[in-house]
């Protein structure tokens, strides 16, 4: 079971966006819409930020969207904020094992 | 208020088998809607998937770990367990429980992490 593949890091400016990528194959993200995002900022456990691709749980703010094309998922937050900072991680139903995740990114706010 | 809670050693020697329970509280663990699963993060490291169990005892490994590991499932108790064998220095890491919602397939609560040092 190969991990999904994110970059390891990216870094925006306050009020900047960013985008971080996720991409996988055609037998997870490529076929199915259960993407998932985590943010874990240090020290904490993981949250989860959006479900089935680009679905935000109650209390996620509007500025974390999502979306996906083919075999790459992605995730924008708009408007960064200094609490932004952490590392975040997507995940994708497989048919073969249940769930795979990808290896993590590290969003820096410069 | 569903909270999640992972116990057991935090010291298991080379070789050994790591256990450890997650007790979940405030809904019950015998639903439809939920797997039940565990994740690992080594120190410095990222997220992995080690399994997940549903409430009628059927199990989910990740191929890479699963001829080391058991799911189970205690409904009498609400929890659920874990228990990887013949461990080494690279099984050292953060383990989280947590649930997994059966229709996103989105872990949408997590427990606060146990420590698990694999060390003579």
């Known amino acids: 079971q190969s991990a999904l593949t994110q970059p390891p890091s990216v870094s925006g400016s306050p009020g900047q966006s960013v985008t971080i990528s996720c991409t996988g194959t055609s037998s997870d993200i490529g076929l199915y819409n259960r993407v998932s995002w985590y943010q874990q900022p240090p020290g904490t456990a993981p949250k989860l930020m959006i479900y089935e691709v680009g679905n935000r749980p109650s209390g996620v703010p509007d500025r974390f969207s999502a979306s996906k094309s083919g075999n790459t998922a992605s995730l924008t937050i708009s408007g960064l904020q200094a609490e932004d900072e952490a590392d975040y991680y997507c995940?994708?139903?497989?048919?073969?094992?249940?769930?795979?995740f990808g290896g993590g990114t590290k969003l820096t706010v410069l | 208020q569903l909270q999640l809670q992972e116990s057991g050693p935090g010291l298991v020697k080379p070789s050994e088998t790591l256990s450890l329970t997650c007790s979940v509280s405030?809904?019950?663990?015998?639903?439809?809607?939920?797997?039940w699963g565990w994740i690992r993060q080594p120190p410095g490291k990222g997220l992995e998937w080690i399994g997940s169990i549903y409430f009628s005892g059927s199990t989910y490994y990740n191929p890479s770990l699963k001829s080391r590991v058991t799911i189970s499932i205690d409904t009498s108790k609400n929890q659920f367990s874990l228990k990887l064998s013949s461990v080494s220095a690279a099984d050292t890491a953060l383990y989280y429980c947590?649930?997994?919602?059966?229709?996103?397939?989105?872990?949408?609560?997590w427990g606060q992490g146990t420590l698990v040092t694999v060390s003579s």
């Open positions: 405030g809904v019950s663990i015998s639903t439809s809607t939920y797997y």
């Open positions: 947590a649930r997994l919602r059966v229709t996103t397939i989105g872990f949408d609560s």
């Open positions: 995940s994708s139903y497989t048919s073969s094992t249940l769930v795979v």
